[in-house]
């Protein structure tokens, strides 16, 4: 078996699970199981039972996967020890252990940074779409305000709501019902 280099591999999969730990804001999950922990030892919580499914659900999940970070932040440490044994005791057994570990420990790394890129790739798309949803709302106000000296309108004015519920344009809304008629 090819000997690996301990001493790259475990502050490797150290940095790769720091990046993931960050990814995870693990103060806000904290935070977030402590919240919903106190939603669920609520008295009342059954009362509202949609609710309370909702909020087990939240916790299980929240609870695993704060569980999945911890339980790797134990396996690298054990992997440490268990390398730093092998080494002090030239034991053959311990370190073809220890490789193997480092394989599983490799692939768990692997997993769980794949899942959180996806999280941040679907976040990232989703704050994407909100922006560029944004820029053409606000293309679209300019465009309908004519060149001229007008001020923007301000966002708390309302426009009127015209036949079947639809909106009448800055342009038209000053126009007479009978004269729009006329125009059809």
Do not use: Y
Request: with cysteine.
């Amino acid at each position: 078996m090819a000997s690996i280099d301990f001493s790259e591999e475990i502050p490797r999969l150290r940095s790769t699970l720091s990046s993931i730990e960050q990814v995870t804001d693990v103060d806000a999950l904290d935070a977030k199981i402590a919240d919903l922990e106190r939603q669920a030892s609520a008295q009342d919580l059954w009362d509202d039972v949609e609710n309370a499914q909702k909020v087990s659900a939240a916790l299980s999940h929240a609870q695993s996967e704060r569980r999945r970070i911890s339980e790797l932040a134990s396996r690298i440490e054990d992997l440490e020890v268990m390398v730093e044994l092998a080494a002090e005791e030239d034991d053959a057994d311990t370190l073809a252990e220890a490789e193997a570990e480092l394989t599983s420990a490799r692939r768990t790394v692997r997993s769980l940074g794949a899942e959180f890129e996806t999280l941040v790739d679907s976040a990232h798309r989703d704050e994407m779409a909100r922006a560029e949803q944004r820029m053409r709302v606000e293309a679209l106000a300019e465009k309908a305000i004519p060149d001229s000296n007008r001020p923007p309108v301000p966002e708390s004015i309302r426009f009127p709501a015209g036949p079947a519920g639809t909106t009448i344009c800055r342009s038209s809304a000053s126009e007479s019902p009978a004269s729009s008629k006329a125009d059809r």
